[in-house]
């Protein structure tokens, strides 16, 4: 990768950040709700004596939805981290468009266009200042003062 490309693609990355957290958080979700399910159904393989304790379904159900948020953090089954890895294209895509890019040379060009301009406005201050330089060594010099 080249660094107009690295650069491109922070870019891009940068302003997809915003959506790309509230997938992550969504994916998380997702991950949290399916590993819920499936220890409710792996409970219901219990022996029915394990299930005859007073309240059990709420206590079951709280004890599922902890243990469900722990390991979708962790992404212990790679739910979270598929979904992330299937869609983060596209919203990367999405996001190029946003900005008028429909390649990445688009952003190079642009990247390029932005850098002439700096380099164009930084020779202007150097002339102004090289200018201003030297009509105070004329001044001083008509006044009988030299600089070195």
Known sequence: ???????????????AEP???KLA??????????IKDLLNVMRKSLPKEAQSMP??????????QALAEGMAKNSSFGVSKMML??????ILRLEAQKLGLNNVNDLLKGVE????????AVRELMDKA??????K???????????N
């Open 130 to 135: 090289d200018k201003q330089a030297e009509l």
């Open 55 to 64: 309240g059990k379904d709420i206590y079951y159900d709280m004890l599922d």
């Open 1 to 15: 990768m080249n660094i107009g490309t690295a650069v491109a693609k922070a870019i891009i990355e940068t302003k």
């Open 25 to 34: 958080k969504a994916a998380e979700g997702v991950e949290t709700m399916f």
């Open 85 to 90: 890895d299937t869609m983060k294209p596209a």
């Open 113 to 120: 266009q932005i850098g002439v301009k700096a380099n164009a």
């Open 137 to 147: 060594i004329k001044i001083s010099v008509g006044g009988h003062k030299t600089e």
């Open 19 to 21: 959506e790309l957290k």
